[in-house]
């Protein structure tokens, strides 16, 4: 245990990639291969369900420092964040030097003989237990513990990150490394060995446990600047970026997975789709996004919300809440794999295997013929017109990469809706964060009175959170628990990516993805949006919103793949 308390502290304390990578690769050499399987769990995200919860757990700790409520909430109040509150008064409440022999357990005997078991086991027992490894265990031993109870354990590093560290541990490429990690898997000393295996001994898109996995996706990187800098247009097949769910669909045999970006299998919410996909012939893996309603003409992302985490969804729902996929690229097929052929020949080869079975719930991305880089400006802004988020710009003599690589896809968003609200309330972030006011509440006017609109926490440079946080609690007028409410004197920008009708808040609104753009210190309190102006963008881009003017599309054959050409008709935008 101490030994990833160790490692987690260093790499929390430092942003340096390269240092973090460095840090990684000498703690898995140094470590016995089960330890490194637990670590390395932790480290590309995945963690058990939750033990005990964050109330509880805070409450027996409570209980065993005697600490009144108030001091207790002033602390939490102070530091944000349940398991460093628990270590941090457990050490202030303890003068005796700990001898730890607990803490010489392993990070894999803590999991496997000790944490693990407490989900059969009663409270009492479990309190009994964990209040004991308090004593033997150091302050950020403590923390730690604390984090893998709750289920809230989280590392400051990429997956990317992860990978290269392992890689450099096994002489082998970060992709290969990449591949072996995806979907699902249980950490053991013998896991971990076998990542070590060399490169064509791994059989893409399948592990030796039989389970159909997916592939590492291929990420693309945000569009900085003008698209003129990618040079001729010709070079690069241009998509809409669909506002839907990424996915890979993995078939063998009559076997099918559906498998988010997130490496979460879904295939049991959305059983419409495997029913749907499951006659295409052949063994394949194929990269897309699941979309809400007909493909031709997807509804908002708002309308995927309720199929969303239902493992086993009722017909009723399923009627009322179709959904499409909408292929755009294939990863393999038939024992091969296509990720290293250029993007043209990938396009061809999933149109010859999707083609027979096209129709209203399965499509293919359709390709935008587009001839200069002002004419895609144009189709652009359309974007959200055709249920878009903007456009995709890939190279056409890309490979599929794993990860984020700049140069082979982009990502061309449009600008977020935006409204002018009120900063009205903050509270403590977590970790870093813990002790500045980075959770902020922001507010419109309903007739007189200023309503919540939005929560929001990104957005704002380190500079300007110290500025805010010390404004903050110098024009506090209320505090409720960790919250402090503030005098209204503070207009923002919000940004936000769609808007719906939500009777869970107290505006009416649910704004999806708020973040703030800007201050506005050109605007009075009494400048900000009203009520209507949500209701005015619900009527233009919300998920209820009708979409006139939509670009038809006529199907052109070019060689090799069919494209797009579009036709700009009355209340289109176009050249």
Same mark, same amino acid.
């Given at each position: ?227 003129? +800098?990618?040079?001729? !247009? @010709? ?6 970026? %669909?506002?839907?769910? *990424?996915?890979?669909?993995?078939? /063998? ?106 129709? +209203?719930?399965?499509? !293919? @991305? ?6 200069? %880089?002002?004419?895609? *400006?144009?189709?652009?802004?359309? /974007? ?192």
């Amino acid at each position: 245990m101490q030994a990833f308390a160790t490692l987690f502290e260093q790499l929390d304390q430092t942003t340096a990639t390269n240092e973090k990578v460095r840090i990684m690769t000498e703690f898995f050499r140094q470590q016995d291969p089960d330890t490194s399987a637990w670590v390395l769990f932790f480290l590309s995200g995945q963690r058990p369900k939750q033990i005990v919860g964050s109330t509880k757990l805070r409450r027996w700790a409570q209980e065993k420092v005697g600490y009144p409520d108030w001091l207790m909430e002033e602390s939490y109040a102070a530091v944000g964040d349940t398991a460093e509150l628990i270590a941090l008064v457990l050490a202030a409440g303890e003068g005796a030097v700990k001898h730890a022999p607990l803490s010489r357990l392993s990070l894999g005997e803590w999991m496997v003989q000790r944490i693990l078991p407490l989900a059969g086991m009663d409270d009492q027992v479990r309190r009994s237990n964990i209040l004991a490894w308090w004593e033997e265990l150091e302050i950020n031993e403590t923390f730690i513990l604390n984090k893998l109870l709750t289920g809230s354990l989280r590392v400051g590093v990429s997956e990317t990150l992860v990978y290269r560290a392992v890689a450099a541990v096994f002489s082998l490429s970060p992709a290969v490394i990449a591949s072996r990690l995806v979907g699902t898997w249980q950490p053991s000393a013998e896991f971990f060995l076998r990542l070590s295996a060399p490169a064509e001994e791994t059989q893409t898109g399948q592990r030796s446990d039989e389970t159909l996995l997916p592939l590492p996706f291929c990420l693309a990187a945000p569009m900085e600047g003008d698209p003129e +800098e990618l040079g001729d !247009i @010709s070079n690069w097949q241009c998509e809409w970026k %669909w506002d839907g769910i *990424r996915c890979q669909v993995v078939k /063998s045999g009559s076997r099918l997975e559906i498998w988010s970006r997130g490496e979460e299998r879904i295939t049991g919410s959305f059983p419409d789709l495997s029913r749907l996909l499951s006659p295409v012939s052949g063994d394949w893996v194929i990269d897309g996004e699941i979309v809400a309603g007909d493909w031709h003409r997807p509804d908002a992302f708002q309308s995927l919300q309720r199929r969303l985490n239902r493992k086993n969804p009722s017909l009723a729902l399923i009627a009322s809440s179709p959904v499409s996929f909408l292929a755009y690229d294939l990863l393999q097929a038939d024992g091969r794999s296509w990720r290293h052929h250029p993007l043209a020949e990938r396009r061809a080869m999933l149109e010859r295997t999707l083609h027979p079975y096209i129709g +209203e719930r399965l499509g !293919i @991305s359709p390709l935008l013929a587009l001839s200069s %880089w002002e004419q895609a *400006r144009l189709l652009r802004e359309t /974007s959200r017109v055709e249920g878009a988020e903007g456009l995709m710009l890939k190279a056409k003599d890309s490979e599929y990469v794993t990860g984020r690589k700049r140069g082979v896809w982009f990502k061309w968003k449009i600008d977020p809706l935006a409204i002018d609200a009120v900063l009205t309330a903050a509270q403590p972030g977590t970790g870093r964060r813990a002790s500045l006011y980075t959770d902020y509440t922001f507010a419109v006017w309903a007739g007189e009175s200023l309503i919540t609109v939005a929560k929001a926490y990104s957005g704002l440079t380190d500079e300007e959170i110290r500025e805010l946080d010390g404004w903050i609690r110098k024009h506090t007028r209320e505090r409720f628990g960790p919250v402090r409410m503030v005098e209204a004197r503070r207009v923002f920008e919000i940004g936000f990516e769609g808007i719906s009708r939500s009777d869970r808040h107290k505006s009416g609104f649910a704004l999806r993805f708020p973040r703030i753009l800007r201050e506005r210190t050109d605007k009075r309190v009494e400048d900000a949006d009203h009520v209507a102006t949500l209701e005015t963008l619900l009527a233009s881009f919300g998920s209820s919103a009708g979409r006139p003017g939509r670009a038809r599309a006529r199907a052109e054959s070019l060689p090799g793949q069919e494209q797009l050409q579009f036709e700009l008709g009355a209340g289109d935008v176009g050249s």
